[in-house]
Nanobody, 124 residues
Framework: QVQLVESGGGLVQAGGSLRLSCAASGRTFNDYAMGWFRQAPGKEREFVASISRKGGFTYYADSVKGRVAISRDNAKNTVALQMNSLRPEDTAVYYC?????????????????WGQGTQVTVSA
């Protein structure tokens, strides 16, 4: 089992920045690749970013590429999502998730463990 707890969400104006953090506990953190997903009201949960177990590979949705950076600190069992140039369409609940290495970074079903989510609201 892996327990994930997100933090760092909030209300920000368009063009602003937020840094989300996810703290993991339980099984060995670096056994898992990590990802961030988001879900806006009335929409399906969608992929945002993912990072490999050692942090050497990162993946981003086209909608956030160039504005978002995912990173991890295996010594601290944390993964972060730095979001810049935020837009109102980035408003959503953001979820941290963990998956076994070798699976697809983009597929939601490949992630076995999820946090409770943190709300990000971007005002126009």
């Amino acid at each position: 089992q892996v327990q994930l707890v997100e933090s760092g969400g909030g209300l920000v104006q368009a063009g602003g920045s937020l840094r989300l953090s996810c703290a993991a506990s339980g099984r060995t953190f670096n056994d898992y690749a990590m990802g961030w997903f988001r879900q806006a009201p009335g929409k399906e949960r969608e992929f945002v970013a993912s990072i490999s177990r050692k942090g050497g590979f990162t993946y981003y949705a086209d909608s956030v590429k160039g504005r978002v950076a995912i990173s991890r600190d295996n010594a601290k069992n944390t993964v972060a999502l730095q979001m810049n140039s935020l837009r109102p369409e980035d408003t959503a609940v953001y979820y941290c998730a963990a998956r076994q290495g070798g699976s697809s970074p983009y597929q939601i079903d490949d992630y076995a463990y999820w946090g409770q989510g943190t709300q990000v609201t971007v005002s126009a």
